[in-house]
């Protein structure tokens, strides 16, 4: 089985020192489960394709107040490489500005 190359941005790198241990977790749940199946995390709260771009994904990492939220987005299908453009809250996220083909 083929990995997938999962790179974190430097806006998510810090962010990332900003939330919450338990949020981080997750998120590290979450690179782990992109790394080893793939950008289609279907089974997390929320998870959708962005509707502006074909190749950005997004899901919530906890729901409430304030909502966390994972966005990434596929470079390069073929090699496999995804990179991670945000984590953060839903409120501090701008998709359509992230999520730029």
């Not at 992109?34 to 997390?44: F, H, K, Q, T, Y």
């Not at 998870?47 to 074909?54: D, L």
């Amino acid at each position: 089985m083929s990995l997938w190359d999962v790179r974190v941005s430097a806006e998510a790198r810090k962010n990332r020192r900003k939330v919450p241990q338990g949020i981080d977790e997750l998120f590290q749940l979450l690179l782990k489960e992109i790394e080893l199946a793939g950008p289609v995390r279907s089974a997390w709260p929320n998870y959708s394709k962005i509707s502006s771009s074909k190749n950005c994904h997004h899901c919530h990492l906890q729901k409430g107040k304030p909502t966390y939220v994972t966005v990434w987005k596929v470079i390069n299908k073929k090699e496999k490489i995804i990179k991670v453009l945000y984590v953060g809250t839903h409120e501090g996220v701008d998709y359509d500005r992230i999520c730029r083909d």
